[in-house]
């Protein structure tokens, strides 16, 4: 007789925002993903990062696009009335938006699965993950800022030796949490780095004030936090961010920042 080991599940339900830009034609594109538990209650929720795929469409309104996602993941960061404006987004879908019926599934924890899900429905592939090659993504944005930081990162053997990516914390109470791209504990504090690129710099900044002053104020040590700058970031942007106590470093010196973590985790 074989002995299995069991690993916990749970039961979950998701839905998919759609935007549809020609009724007629019903050609569709996923834009937001929400995972509820059994007892229909928002776990957790994402909206696409970008719209590449949009870009071509002649009947696409961008501008709307990015004013709902603003919209959104300020009302996700947030926290408090989010359940409420995403039931009222379900409730009156307007401007090309449609639901998906509910699909139930088992999984494991709420964080890995969202992030699955995500991956699957908004992530839009990357031309080395559809030809197989190192292709680089488009300049300004944060994929192309997080490529950078991976490649540095890798010269240096800091991934997984000390450093960890995509790491979700807590930052204001167990269920709001937000993802940052790395972190490590060199004396026990965290130190969290988060790419911020061109697109969306004010808003992105924004957010990224709010959650780490969150962050600091629950933290019994306190955390620190590196944004890395695309090198034409803002200065406006910039100086928002240093007034929430956020080090900023420029896209140019990430060899640096990797040398220093380094020094910092005694490697």
């Not at 339900?13 to 034609?25: A, D, E, I, K, T």
């Not at 494991?108 to 080395?128: C, H, K, M, N, Y």
């Not at 972190?183 to 061109?198: D, F, K, T, V």
């Not at 700058?229 to 200065?235: G, I, K, N």
Request: hydrophobic residues 35%; charged residues 25%.
């Amino acid at each position: 007789m074989t002995s299995t080991t069991t690993k916990t599940t749970h039961s979950y339900r998701f839905q998919v925002l759609r935007y549809v830009p020609n009724l007629v034609s019903g050609e569709y594109f996923n834009i937001g993903l929400l995972l509820y538990d059994t007892e229909n209650h928002l776990i957790d929720a994402r909206f696409a990062e970008d719209f590449r795929r949009l870009r071509c469409h002649p009947l696409a309104e961008l501008d709307y696009l990015e004013a709902l996602r603003n919209e959104f993941e300020e009302k996700r960061l947030l926290g408090e009335g989010f359940s409420e404006y995403v039931r009222g987004l379900g409730e009156h879908l307007s401007g090309g938006l449609e639901m998906t019926d509910a699909r139930a599934f088992w999984g494991g924890d709420a964080e890995g699965e969202i992030e699955r899900l995500r991956q699957s429905f908004l992530v839009t592939p990357s031309r080395q993950e559809v030809h197989g090659e190192d292709a680089g993504a488009l300049p300004g944005t944060r994929r192309a800022l997080r490529r950078q930081m991976q490649q540095a990162f890798e010269r240096y053997h800091l991934i997984g030796a000390g450093l960890d990516s995509q790491v979700s914390v807590p930052y204001a109470g167990p269920r709001l949490r937000f993802t940052f791209d790395y972190s490590y504990r060199p004396n026990g504090a965290a130190h969290y780095i988060q790419a911020l690129a061109l697109r969306n710099n004010i808003n992105d900044a924004s957010k990224l004030c709010f959650v780490f002053e969150r962050l600091r104020a629950q933290a019994e040590a306190s955390p620190e936090l590196t944004a890395v700058l695309d090198d034409s970031f803002p200065d406006d942007a910039r100086e928002l961010l240093e007034s929430s106590a956020i080090v900023t470093r420029p896209a140019s010196q990430l060899d640096e920042l990797a040398f220093s973590i380094r020094g910092e985790l005694g490697m």
